[in-house]
């Protein structure tokens, strides 16, 4: 995935309303862009950070800038727009590269299913084969020698999509939890149970049941991102 037109550069005043963040351009004027994630961003917005936005060309827009990537002091590349981890793990199925999800004849999106009224992230589909249900999680949590975590802030709706994925393999389906590293100082990936214990709990019985995990870790540049390796997933 490249960024076309280029990402433009500024640093990060603050973050507010968390739909919102001020920036200040290289010519000392400032700006208000849109940032497209609902997280805690824990470690991801501090004021001062280098923030990499794109712009849109749509005239309704109120914010024409988007942020898309956080440079940290330490020169860690996070992308922080969570749209970004679908369109990532849709180009690498696409182009065979997330060993276990190759060979599919057809790719849907945002198709509707379960008891609790969800719309999977990815559907995978092929004669002879089971479909393929795939939820996509953005990990950007690092919270010490190359250990990120997922989720940074308690989540309902994570929890919903764990026990949907958890009935669809009872159903006989396949169901893959994709955990997507989009932050470059994360080595390896685990729930956080300190944080949402609930989720946990979860995903442990999830797995238990069936549920697949799989942890892709993109490379990221204020030029392009692709996902580039798997990492592992591990229980603390």
């Known amino acids: 995935m490249k960024f076309d037109p280029p990402l433009e550069s500024a640093i990060l005043l603050c973050r507010y309303k968390r739909f919102l963040a001020d920036i200040q351009l290289p010519d000392n004027s400032t700006r208000t862009i849109h940032c497209a994630n609902t997280g805690a961003m824990t470690g991801c917005a501090e004021p001062g950070d280098t923030v990499w936005f794109s712009t849109s060309d749509n005239k309704k827009r109120k914010y024409p ?17 969570t749209v970004r981890a679908n369109q990532l793990m849709m180009e690498a199925i696409k182009a065979q590269r997330i060993e276990g999800l190759n060979g599919y004849e057809e790719l849907h999106t945002e ?12 559907l995978l589909k092929s004669k002879g084969r089971k479909d393929c249900y795939i939820e996509v999680k953005s990990v950007t949590l690092l919270e010490h020698n190359g250990q990120g975590y997922f989720p940074d802030a308690v989540t309902t709706r994570g929890q919903k999509h764990l026990r949907e994925l958890a009935a669809l393999v009872t159903e006989g389906k396949r169901a893959v939890l994709v955990f997507a590293v989009l932050h470059s100082g994360i080595n390896r990936v685990s729930a956080a149970k300190h944080i949402d214990a609930v989720y946990n709990q979860l995903l442990i019985e999830a797995e238990q049941t069936g549920v697949e995990i799989i942890c892709c870790k993109a490379e990221l540049t204020s030029q392009k991102m692709s996902i580039k390796s798997v990492v592992p997933f591990s229980h603390f």
């Open 111 to 122: 198709v509707r299913y379960g008891q609790e009224n969800s719309r999977i992230d990815i």
């Open 65 to 81: 800038n988007s942020w898309e990537l956080t440079e940290t002091h330490e020169g860690q590349m996070i992308c922080v727009n």
